[in-house]
C-alpha cells in the first residue's frame, strides 16, 4: 500500500511538468488560447513527422497534430514531441529552439534527459529534413545539446 501511494505521489509530482497546459496563439485573432490536440495516428505523415503544430484554417486555432509514427513512441517521447509542439505554437518557430523550449518545460532528470537523447539518436529523428539518413539523429541533437544544454549534460 505504501509502495502505491508512493509511486502514485511521484507520478503526480511529474505530471504538471509532462501534462502542462499548453497554449498557442490564435492566427485570426492573435489571442492566446488553448490548443487543440487531433489524432490523426492511422495517417502518415508525407514528411514522416511524428505530429506537426498547425491552426485551423476556419477559426484560427492553434493545433497539434499527431500522425502515426506518435503511435510507435514511447511515453516520454511523446511528451517531448507535445511539449516540442507546443513550443512552436508558443512562437519557436526553429527546430532547435523548440527542443530546447520542449526540455526546459520537461524538466528533465538527467535519467529523462538521456532518455531523450538515445532515442533521437538510435531513431535516428530528425524533424528538419524529409528523408531519413543514418546519423542524421546524431547531428540533431548535437545541434540541440550545444544550444540549450550545459556540457555536464551532452
Known sequence: MRLCLALMLSLCACTPAVAGACVGVNSRTGHSQSVQELYRTGINHPRRFFAEATHDGATGRPQIIYYARYNAAPGYFKSFIRNHECCH??????????NCCALRRMGLSASGLAAIRNYIVAKDVNSQTAVDYAGQGSLFWSKTARSCLGSAQR
Not at 89 to 98: M, T, V
Open 89 to 98: 505554437l508558443s512562437g519557436h518557430r526553429d527546430e532547435i529552439a523548440a
